[in-house]
């Protein structure tokens, strides 16, 4: 087992299809949902439920710890990177249409139908996390496998970040 470097966190970051997104609830106790991450320039973002559990700790403590895993499937080869930051419910109405159209790129799926009917003022679903520090972990058996990949190419954009978040 070794840290990985920069390079493979954010290969592995921007390759799996899944995250788990975890908070802590006003007791104390944590909270935990998984969810498909798309990327809106460096930022982490999701469509989740915007009046459900994560909603109400990140009202709370915003801090939030994202986990991104890949394993085989007789664990011979596995990776794992902690991401920390920041995360708020963004509600300006050009980035939750962007949010539905970088997530639809990712899922293979057209999202304007939920992007209107989804689209209300004060229930963004559009869930972003800027990231301050990344941590992570893989076998010998991950290395190997992964020392030559390609980078995963950026999603494109039609807008700058700063459009989107207006």
């Known amino acids: 087992m070794r840290a990985m470097t920069p390079e493979e966190m954010e290969r592995l970051v921007r390759s799996v299809p899944w995250a788990s997104i975890c908070v802590v609830?006003?007791?104390g106790c944590p909270y935990v949902i998984e969810a498909t991450p798309f990327f809106m320039g460096k930022?982490?973002?999701?469509?989740?439920?915007?009046r459900g559990g994560v909603q109400r700790c990140v009202a709370q403590n915003n801090e939030v710890l994202l986990?991104?895993?890949?394993?085989?499937?007789?664990l011979r080869s596995w990776a794992g990177v902690s991401c920390r930051g920041q995360g708020e419910f963004v509600e300006g109405e050009a980035a939750r249409q962007e949010g539905w159209r970088l997530l639809g790129l990712v899922m293979g799926q057209d999202y304007s139908r939920a992007a209107g009917?989804?689209?209300?003022?004060?229930r963004s679903p559009l869930f972003r996390v800027q990231?301050?520090?990344?941590?992570?972990?893989?076998?010998?058996?991950?290395?190997?496998?992964?020392?030559s990949a390609d980078p995963v190419p950026e999603q494109t954009e039609e807008q700058t970040e700063e459009e989107a978040m207006q």
Not at 43 to 50: G, Q, T, V, Y
Not at 67 to 74: G, I, L, M, N
Not at 131 to 147: D, K, L
């Open 25 to 27: 609830e006003p007791e």
């Open 43 to 50: 930022d982490i973002c999701f469509m989740i439920n915007p």
């Open 67 to 74: 986990k991104f895993t890949s394993a085989s499937s007789d």
């Open 117 to 122: 009917v989804l689209n209300k003022k004060g």
């Open 131 to 147: 990231v301050r520090s990344m941590t992570g972990r893989c076998n010998g058996e991950w290395s190997r496998a992964n020392a």
